[in-house]
């Protein structure tokens, strides 16, 4: 296991985790949200294979709608 710290929380994963695997592991919905890892945001389309580190900093962050 590793620390990795989601939205100023520090959060235990499993070490090689990947952002799609801490997506589901958190129970989030992916429409409509960005993540930042380590201050660069990270596409979509590389969620799968981007791996997770020890004391990574994760930013998720939610459009809303408004007015």
Not at 37 to 65: C, G, M, P, R, Y
């Amino acid at each position: 296991m590793i620390t990795i710290k989601v939205n100023d929380k520090n959060k235990k994963v499993f070490q090689d985790s990947t952002i799609s695997q801490l997506v589901e592991q958190l129970n989030i919905q992916t429409n409509g949200i960005a993540i930042a890892v380590n201050n660069n945001v990270v596409a979509k389309t590389n969620w799968n294979t981007s791996t997770l580190s020890e004391n990574d900093t994760i930013l998720i962050i939610k459009s809303t709608q408004g007015g």
